[in-house]
């Protein structure tokens, strides 16, 4: 935690990394949104999970790299029905598990709580980019797999449009029709918080954790406003990390700044 602020954005303050988890500790759901690449970003993760835990016993991580189709080996992991490497090698893993999200699993396991597996199979999210949402409805069987969204905000579109222009180019994704990109990405927010309303809804009492790609809940967006749509009487929280020439207090209700 050397050489980093935590910056309580309402009131712009910088505050102490145990008045942090006071706060953050109050709240229903908690949205922490990473940079993937970012290791600093990943240890304060690790960091902050374990002592939200530590204030809430009955917690929820909640994943954004695991998908709504693995979650019964998930749950088989959890409760060491298989090995870790069976789960693996039928769970699609993101390159950096070991390092960065392997940690965060297995204090989940030590401590006996339930991890959600939020997302829509990427296979589905790829398939709506490519043709669009109407061609994921011709699939057999696997309503269970995504939510339609709730919400679509015109300050989202705009914000994924700029992006999409900016960063898609010169990748392999340069030729997606801009419109079902962002069909695909509303449909990966929707699954998420449906995953998560799922569970608080057959799991009274329990609080959640979610891990996701910063722009999954940057700016109250994304995420946010599918999971006010689906858990209006809930208290949601943002997080993000941000480096001192970037400083926003507008990205979440939390900053980490480097």
Known sequence: MKDIKIVETSSLKEIKFTEFIEKISTYDIVLFGERHDDSLTHQLELITFKEFVNKNERTALSLEMFERDVQSLLDSFLSDKIDEQKFLNNSRPWNNYYTDY????????????????????????????????DSLYKIENIKDLFFEPAVDLKSYKERFFDFFSSMMQSSPMANLNKDNAYISQLFKDATMAGSIRDFVNRNKGYKVFHLCGEFHSNYYLGIYPQLQQFLPEKRILTIAVVDDSTFDPTIADFLFVK
């Open 102 to 133: 392997r940690p965060l699993l297995l204090l989940a396991k030590e401590k006996g709580l339930p991890v959600i597996a939020s997302n829509i199979p990427r296979k589905f999210a790829s398939i709506i980019s490519k043709s669009g949402k």
